[in-house]
């Protein structure tokens, strides 16, 4: 199972991407396969897209109770490549709480690699049993952005973080033999969102999510995300303090209106009024070498805003990635 | 066999089991009446008889058993950890719960989804405790399971704590233990030749290479009341959260802890209650000093068998949950304490 070269019949919902830089220095697949329920569809594009896109789909648009979805990606020495989805990722009602459907993906990021994940959340159903799993191997001077979010359901049915249990683990560890250490973990993020209460005087599920709506967890590591991460340490550092007054006087908020913002300070004059309204909370931290950012949201919507927002603002993953981000 | 026949087999079986349990509650259940029977007996005879006074010996396992002692001093509230700089999010969660009484945005129209319950302390307890657990626990079972991995389960849990508050209040705590144990406790092991024996030579061999390894990465120990006001950025945090390489260890509390309880001979039972019952001793003095309640309220919390309970429930969740299993059980958590850091007045460090 942790081979990275799977023997070629592979069983159902495998499925194996393998991006390499061609000799016209543009990122191709080597390799793409997959086996029901899994479905991975790579758009024909221009040559001089800057990473090769991969769709993660599914049969149906969503996980049925006991689907087991198992992916290996591979990107090779200066290979780019970009994963998104098209829309939520949906897990489907378990009929038993026994029946678990699971997502595990394993990838490996070479020298010089990059590897982008932006899928969609997911939506877990009322009654669903979700483990995911998401393993990386990280190359010294590979890069890799993930986003992980999940929501609290089908709010328009009323869900509100109503299923069975959803298990969520991202890994990112250096390769082994890449350096004298040799694979070393440096973050592990899990959630653990079990709707069983070890006693009747604690928080139900939905009691602990706090009428947080969605919530999500960016990870940033490497070289080529080094400006984006830190973009965010500094966004991070220059929030408002929650609790200070503006003592300035009404003339200097004037003036500040007349003498005028620059693009960035309007933007984040912009954003910050959305993360007020919005209710939506976040915190960034350096963490081993990786950016890690923290956000939730009351509504989906929002966290969708926000974090958009914020990657187009910076700029990094249309630059290196090209435009496939939501 | 078929397969109903094996089906019955099994169920035979079960049923066997359960009766023989029966059997055995049933057995126990009348060897202890009689053990208090006897005991009335002798306690109505010992009042028949005033001048023949018989006080039951004191227990020795009480009296001499050093596990007992270093139970009470490591859960002991003057036990220099610093926990007092921290609330655990505690002080966070106050200031983002607040009703919002001077920053209502006027196009805020659309009002949340469903409104969080104001701010309380009977709210955030188990919330904390959840959480605290469900991160951490399974670290200190593990290294109390097997002192032995203490390195490495300091290293895998660095790189789970990925907010800058809560490593710093990890680490802090984690130091202060460990100079503890070098400056105080582990003076006082029992000799090798004594009943525990190699007690003394096990922590040596485990704790002392942990300490080089600490001061080798020249991670100088951060004291609780380093001020790194208003910033996020690597100096302040510690040497193991820059873009860098991370430092072999860190010294985080929940292994350490694990570690020196399992070295002084408590029992995995006890550690893991102190452990938690630390966390919630810590919790209501930084409420009290938030001004949430007096001192006779705390007493009252902590006293409360809701409390007892809550500790053992989630003790008995992450008995078995290995530490590649551990995670964040109450994610907005992470939110309040990774966000401590942008309160605008802070008594706590985190």
Redesign the interface.
Known sequence: MNSPFPKSSSAAGEGKIIARLQPDGVSGLETITYQYPLKLISPSKPAEDKSVLVFFLSYGGGLVGGDQVDLSIQVHPQAKLTIVTQGHTKVFTSTKPDIVTRQTLRAQVASGGALCLLPDPVQPFAGSVYEQTQIFKLAKDASLCLLDWVTQGR?ARGE?WSFVRW?G?NEVWTLPGDDD?GG???????????SAQ??P???TLRE??????I?GTLILRGPLM?SLGDFF?AE??A???????DWRSENAKKAEVIEGLSAAETWRRDRL?ME??S?L?????????CV?V???A??VEAGRIWIGSMLVQEGSIDEIFGDHAP | MSQSQHGRAISDEAQAIENEIADLERRLAEAKLKQRQAQQQRNSTQESEPNVISFPSPSQTILHSPANHFLLLLSDSALPLGSFAFSSGLESYLAHNKPSSFSPSPSSSKPPRTKPPPPSFTSFLPLSLSSYASTTLPYVLAAHRDPARLASLDDTLDATIVCTVGRRASVAQGRALLSIWERSLSASLPPSSSASAGAAAAAAAILKPFSALLRSAGAAAPTSSSSSVNSSTSTSTGSSSGWNDPPPVSAHLPPLFGAICALVGLSLEQTAYVYLLSHVKALVSAAVRAGMFGPYQAQKTLARRQVQEIIAAVVEREWERGVEEAGQSVPVMDLWVGRHEVLYSRIFNG
């Open positions: 709010s509100d298990l683990r250490s070393r973990l440096l973050v592990r993020d899990s959630l653990i969102l079990d070890a006693h005087q604690m928080k602990s999510m706090h009428a947080i709506g919530m080094k340490l991070f550092a929030l408002p303090r929650i609790g200070a007054r009024k007020k309204d209710g909370l976040w915190s960034a931290a350096l963490v081993r070498g890690v923290k956000f939730g009351p509504e």
